[in-house]
């Protein structure tokens, strides 16, 4: 049944969000043939519209990530916490297996936003004949800083997928609770989404404080500071994930 339900969002996350991620690739390549033409003349009509393609493609990116999260976050409170809400909970599963349906969704999602952003660079600044990828330009950096790649490296995308996982399940546990209520439910969804998340900041801040203080080199200094964000990403994650559960079970109005 998991997978019955991840078919169905998957299609609807597909009809989303690819026009989305198409249209900034496009965008993408439309700059680098202007930016190609441009090699080409003088032309200061042509210097222009390579000048606000650039700018449409750079203001696309931004774009791109955020409307992507805002398409899922709104999937998932029409599939949860509308009318449509009704069809979802009478389906013979347990509201955890529809909960992972949708977080493995938007987690996959938001990944395709940031992949489209990526390869949008490559097509506009660099050369076909000079791909650079993220991860070898990291190795360069950690190398010149003489810092442990291979590790970190792996931290850093541990870290990247748990701070993609924080921030939808910290919306998701706002709209429960905002559901919870009998009206102002929106108002009060984005409200405790500014409560959680400025205690998620006063928390980080007063456990920053635990990091030890003898860390002697870069490469332990490194990995104990990615470890750390790593662990309080995860707790994070778990809290948001019951906060969303509890709430569902136990207080949902669909009314």
């Known amino acids: 049944m998991f997978l019955k339900l991840f078919k169905?969002?998957?299609?609807?996350?597909?009809?989303?969000?690819?026009?989305?991620?198409?249209g900034l690739l496009a965008a993408a390549a439309l700059a680098r043939g202007s930016i190609w033409l441009m090699g080409t003349t003088d032309s200061t009509a042509v210097k222009t519209i390579t000048a606000l393609l650039l700018m449409m493609f750079f203001?696309?990116?931004?774009?791109?990530?955020?409307?992507?999260?805002?398409?899922m976050m709104v999937r998932f409170k029409k599939s949860v916490y509308s009318d449509e809400g009704y069809l979802?909970?009478?389906?013979?599963?347990?509201?955890?297996?529809?909960l992972l349906s949708h977080l493995l969704i938007s987690f996959l999602s938001v990944v395709a936003s940031f992949v489209a952003v990526y390869?949008?660079?490559?097509?506009?600044?660099?050369?076909?004949?000079?791909?650079?990828?993220?991860s070898s330009f990291l190795r360069r950096v950690m190398n010149a800083l003489d810092i442990e790649t291979d590790s970190l490296l792996l931290q850093l995308v541990c870290v990247g997928a748990l701070n993609i996982l924080t921030w939808?399940?910290?919306?998701?546990?706002?709209?429960?609770?905002?559901?919870?209520?009998?009206?102002?439910?929106?108002?009060?969804?984005?409200l405790f989404f500014f409560v959680l998340y400025i205690g998620f900041q006063i928390v980080s801040s007063i456990t920053l404080t635990l990091l030890p203080d003898d860390l002697d080199t870069v490469n332990l200094a490194a990995s104990t500071i990615l470890w750390y964000v790593s662990g309080e990403y995860l707790v994070t994650c778990i809290v948001n994930y019951f906060l969303t559960w509890l709430m569902t079970k136990k207080r949902l109005n669909l009314a």
Do not use: Y
């Open 8 to 22: 169905h969002e998957s299609h609807a996350a597909i009809r989303s969000v690819l026009p989305l991620l198409g």
């Open 59 to 71: 203001f696309g990116c931004f774009v791109a990530v955020i409307a992507t999260m805002i398409l």
């Open 88 to 98: 979802t909970h009478t389906l013979p599963i347990g509201l955890n297996t529809i």
């Open 119 to 134: 390869l949008g660079f490559q097509i506009v600044v660099l050369k076909v004949d000079s791909l650079e990828t993220v």
């Open 168 to 190: 939808i399940l910290m919306i998701w546990a706002a709209i429960a609770i905002g559901h919870s209520f009998d009206n102002g439910k929106t108002g009060k969804s984005i």
